[in-house]
């Protein structure tokens, strides 16, 4: 079976902090992808990073990096700098199989 | 770039009624996407369009849901008969293609049954 599993169902941060998100996901395929998404409470969801099982390097986008660590089967988000406008859901996804997995996410708020 | 476009934005229906989505992809995206998100939790994937084939349904409740994609671009998703506990947003996203690439999502629709 394949699954996402974010344990931390809301977080705080203070403004201009760094933030961790933990996903662990757990799958036996050897090729997979994981991706983070951003979820305003407007609704819509919005594509943030993405590690291929396969790559070296953590993924780093602007202020978004991936903490891809194979081993522990763990990919958690880190935000560099919090911004009000971090504040939303974030949710950890994993593609393997033709199959595309969300786990249960995680509220941030950032405090001013 | 247009983005992915869904309607209706909001629907409110009572329970035995039947329903319908529409989605638009981006232009050009050969994988199509509708998932289902029940208040509280991630989303679940529905079903996966490859062009106008279908690469995986294994998660759609085909006794009452049905999706399908016209031509390779639009798609719709059905529900009939609906159930108190289909009331949930229902995304479509579009990508280049399978697996590594990004999803980009629509706004949602909104069902409400009673």
């Not at chain 2, 939790?41 to 369009?49: E, M, N, S």
């Not at chain 2, 279908?54 to 159930?83: C, M, N």
Request: charged residues 15%.
């Amino acid at each position: 079976a394949q699954k996402i599993t974010q344990t931390q169902p809301g977080m705080f941060v203070q403004e201009k902090e760094a933030v961790t998100l933990d996903c662990t996901y757990d799958t036996s395929d050897p090729s997979y992808g994981l991706f983070w998404y951003k979820q305003p409470s407007s609704g819509e969801m919005i594509f943030l990073i993405y590690q291929g099982s396969y790559d070296q390097q953590n993924a780093t986008e602007g202020r978004y990096s991936l903490n891809f660590q194979k081993a522990r089967k763990s990919a958690n988000l880190v935000i560099s700098a919090s911004q009000l406008g971090d504040s939303a859901m974030y949710f950890c996804a994993m593609s393997g199989g033709n199959q595309f997995y969300f786990g249960t996410g995680t509220s941030l708020t950032v405090i001013p | 770039e247009a983005g992915v476009a869904q309607s209706p934005r909001y629907k409110i229906i009572e329970k035995r009624q039947s329903v319908a989505f529409w989605c638009n992809p981006i232009s050009g995206h050969a994988t199509l996407y509708w998932y289902q998100q029940i208040l509280g939790q991630g989303p679940k994937l529905l079903i996966q369009f490859q062009n106008n084939g279908v690469v995986d349904d294994s998660q759609l409740p085909k006794d009452r849901f049905s999706a399908e994609r016209l031509k390779g671009v639009d798609s719709t998703l059905k529900i009939q008969p609906a159930k108190l506990e289909d009331s949930a947003v229902y995304l479509c996203a579009s990508s280049p293609g399978q697996g590594a690439y990004e999803q980009y999502f629509g706004p949602g629709t909104r069902l409400t049954v009673t």
